[in-house]
Every structure is written in C-alpha cells, then in structure tokens.
C-alpha cells in the first residue's frame, strides 16, 4: 500500500541553487574590488582573510568586509578612504547576485511540475530571514512555493539541526510528518532532524560543500538531479505528475495511482465508442430483411472485438457463400 503524501519540503542554499559556487565567485570579484581602489594586498593574501572572517564570525555576519579591514594592516590601504574600501567590496558582491544567482534549471522544471499536483511546496531553509527571502526572489522561484509554507530559522527563533524546526514547519501546515518529504544537501542538518521526526527524506548529493559529511541515519533516497524525484513520487507514493495543462485539484493530480481510475474509464470508453458507431451503421442499412439481419450480425462481432474491422467494410474469404445465400433470400422475401 503506498504511503499518503500531502506536502514536499526544500532545503534552499546548495540545493535549490549551488550556493559554494555562487559564494567563491562573489567574494572573488569583491576582493579584486578592494584591490582596484587602493588595497596593496595579493588576491590571494585578501581572500585568506576573508576567509578566517567567514570562519570565525560565519557566512551570516553581515559585516564581514569591515572586520576584513581591521584585520589587514594600515600600511596596505594608506591614503584611501576605508568606507570606499568597504563599499567597493560589498558593491561587489551585490552585483554578483544580479549576474550569478540562478538556480538549478533541472529544479525550476520540477517546482513547476509540483503546481501541477494538489501537493503542499514549500521551503525549510537556515539562515537570517532577510538574505534567505532575497534568495528565493532572486532565483525567482518564490511564487512557486506556498507563501505560508516558507519557513526561515530566523524567523522562526530554532535554527538546523534542532528537529523543532521541522515539527513547528508541519504544525503549522497541520501535517503530519509522515505525509511530508523533505529534500537537502547537508546528511547533519537536513537528513538527521526530519528523520528523527517521521519525515520522509532526500538527500541530494550533488557538489556541494557537505557532500563529504555523513550523518547518524540514512537518508530515505538518494538523488543527484531533481528529475529522480518523479519516480520517488510514482513509485513510493502512488503520485504521477500530470502532463502541462492539467489543473490541481483534478482527479489525476490527487494521487492516485496511475493503473486505477484512468485505466478503468479507458476501458468503458472503447466498449461504448462501437456502440455508437454501430447505432449509426443500422441507420444507415437498407430495410431489407437480409441487410438488417446482416447489420445485426457485424454489430455482435464488433461489440465482442472492438478493435476488428466492422464486417460489410470488406468481404473476407470463406465469407462468399453466405453472403450469397442471404442475397437469394432476399430475392424470394422481396417476389
């Protein structure tokens, strides 16, 4: 018996987009930022600093060029203005964002999918409320998600791995934990927390920075493109995607199983498509009595095999005889 499924939760940063790649590029173009107007530093002294800032203070500090510039020595920035320093820093990396911020295209195609099915999507992702809501506008990927299904741990006062943040975000969709599924990156914060509450999980290993980690469960599928997570929902939860055109709330995107109602119906519509047919077929025969008795032999065999050719369309061999017969017969009702 397949398992009922009512919401599909997403981790954001390196699994809806990849947030490694995205983070080196930016604060590369910040530190040659710095450098063109007036730090006297290496690009590879610069961003080893600003990696000790990142590490030290996390990559949620929202200051993190100012203390990158009480780190360096006054000598390498003598005679420039420290606020331009800093602003052509964060400059920087704001228009990083505009340039580079795209999500995976393989998950845009399967978010879209989901507003094809009566499923609940939505977002359970780390981080300061501000910066992880820019992101998802950013991505353009927000009206995808059910705007009360967006939870931040900022927001919300319980950060990752705490599973307290997993059981308010199905409390306040008022699911259970065993009829959602969550998709992450991280084994730690977003396979370990949801499982040990009943949540069904998915760990996407794709290259991101956590994919050498390894939690104290397992995750319930593994996955590395978001066109696998279709199958998961065929195959473990009895759900198809219906093709484009196909509204939320049918029949066909509730869930259930592709080999029950469609099937049935296929088959009462073929056995009345015949029977139309041969309504009008009778319409049309002659009022002899051997073409009605010939009419109402071709319908017999069509209701029986409705995928042979109705008789009288073409003499079959073997046929000839009675057809013959039925024309006498004819001749003498008609003398």
């Known amino acids: 018996m397949s398992k009922k499924l009512r919401a599909v939760l997403f981790d954001v940063d390196d699994t809806l987009f990849s947030t490694s790649e995205f983070a080196r590029i930016a604060r590369e173009n910040s530190i040659r930022a710095m450098i063109r107007v007036g730090v006297r530093m ?16 996390s990559s949620n500090y ?28 964060v400059s920087a990396y704001h228009d990083t964002k505009f340039s580079q911020l795209k999500p995976y295209a393989d998950a845009v195609t399967f978010l879209r999918a989901l507003q094809r099915t009566s499923l609940v999507c939505g977002v359970v992702t780390d981080g300061l409320m501000v910066k992880q809501a820019e992101k998802l506008l950013r991505l353009g990927v927000y009206e995808l998600f059910h705007p009360q299904a967006i939870f931040i741990s900022d927001h919300i006062g319980i950060s990752k791995p705490n599973p307290k943040l997993y059981r308010r975000a199905c409390t306040a969709l008022g699911i259970a934990p065993s009829s959602v599924l969550y998709i992450g990156d991280n084994p730690i914060n977003d396979i370990d927390p949801p499982n040990s509450i009943g949540i069904h999980t998915v760990l996407l290993q794709r290259h991101g920075k956590y994919s050498h980690l390894h939690g104290k469960s397992y995750p319930d599928f593994r996955i590395k ?80 095999n409705p995928g042979k050719k109705k008789p009288g369309t073409k003499k079959k061999p073997g046929t000839k005889k009675k057809t013959q017969t039925a024309k006498g017969a004819g001749k003498k009702a008609n003398g």
């Open 42 to 57: 290496s690009e590879k002294e610069l961003m080893r600093e600003l990696e000790e800032v990142i590490a030290e203070f």
């Open 62 to 89: 929202q200051n993190h060029f100012d203390k990158l510039l009480q780190r360096i020595p006054r000598a390498k920035y003598r005679g420039v203005n420290p606020g331009i320093i800093v602003a052509a820093g």
């Open 225 to 304: 493109h978001f066109n696998e997570l279709r199958k998961i929902l065929r195959d473990e939860f009895a759900i198809e995607i219906p093709a484009r055109g196909a509204k939320a709330g049918s029949p066909e995107t509730t869930g259930t199983a592709v080999t029950s109602t469609p099937a049935s119906a296929k088959k009462k519509t073929v056995t009345k498509k015949p029977t139309a047919k041969k309504a009008k077929k009778s319409a049309r025969t002659t009022s002899s009595g051997a073409n009605a008795s010939k009419a109402s032999s071709s319908t017999a065999g069509a209701t029986k």
